[in-house]
């Protein structure tokens, strides 16, 4: 048995070392390491800020922040509430095409959505909604997967409490969001980690349907001040890589708890 569990953990110690590899490479990388030589090396022997201090003196920097940071937060909220309203819809109404509906939502889970970029630039250069927010915010607030896990979770309720709240007459939505909601606490959190750090790190979808460098968010200024016609610049890259990923990597470590217990609910039984 001793030995069994030696085994598990060198293979998790291997399997967390290759994890980890890639961030300590463009931690190094952006300090100015050179990967590149032969032999590469492994930490900086000359060690730099210019990656970091040609990012902070970049004049849209601020705009770009602002645009990330607007793009995950409205995107987000949107993702909540459609997911929300459509998932107990699934979960607890009957309606005429409803399976349908809900196979759709299935297809759609497992539709690449790059596939859906150019049917949806077509729609919105229709409305004239190219180049603005809300042409790169509205069409990423409906998000499949999210329907899914929670129509999953409201299935995990037993209906005894909606019973007993329109007993007392409550309204649907006093029962969605005063009773459903805090129950399902923990799916909520993953949908919202998954939806914020997706679009957050979204650039390719911004650069699509935008041409306007004002528009841009942070992952798309990693294509614009680290490259050019002719090489990378790897410094830049990797130090705008590295500020991308403070606010992701902290939103993970605060719903962290909540993110492991939220893609399955158990223990609610009748």
């Keep these: 048995m001793k030995i069994g569990k030696i085994i598990v953990y060198i293979l998790l110690m291997l399997i967390t070392f290759f994890y980890i590899l890639p961030f300590y490479i463009l931690t190094i990388v952006s300090f100015n390491a050179n990967i590149f030589s032969k032999p590469p090396q492994y930490y900086p022997l000359n060690p730099s800020l210019g990656g970091y201090i040609y990012l902070i003196t970049q004049s849209l920097l601020l705009t770009w922040i602002f645009n990330s940071f607007i793009y995950s937060f409205t995107v987000t909220a949107g993702v909540l509430l459609v997911s929300t309203l459509a998932g107990y819809a699934f979960s607890r109404l009957s309606f005429p095409g409803r399976t349908l509906l809900f196979w759709l939502v299935l297809i759609g889970m497992m539709t690449p959505t790059v596939i859906l970029y150019i049917p949806l630039y077509i729609l919105l250069s229709k409305l004239n909604m190219l180049n603005s927010h809300a042409g790169i915010i509205l069409p990423l607030m409906v998000s499949p997967f999210s329907v899914f896990l929670v129509k999953q979770a409201f299935d995990s309720i037993p209906p005894d409490y909606e019973e007993a709240a329109l007993i007392d007459g ?64 790897y410094i830049n890259a990797a130090a705008v890589a590295i500020f991308s990923m403070i606010v992701p990597l902290l939103l993970y470590v605060f719903t962290l708890e909540y993110f492991m217990k939220g893609v399955v609910i158990s223990g609610l039984k009748r």
Excluded: E, G, H, R
């Design 170 to 233: 409550a309204s649907t939505l006093q029962i969605i969001f005063n009773i459903l909601l805090p129950i399902i606490k923990p799916t909520l959190y993953t949908v919202v980690l998954f939806n914020f750090v997706w679009t957050w790190n979204n650039w390719l979808w911004p650069l699509f349907v935008s041409s306007s460098p004002f528009l841009f968010n942070l992952p798309v200024a990693v294509l614009m001040i680290s490259s050019s016609w002719t090489s990378i610049v």
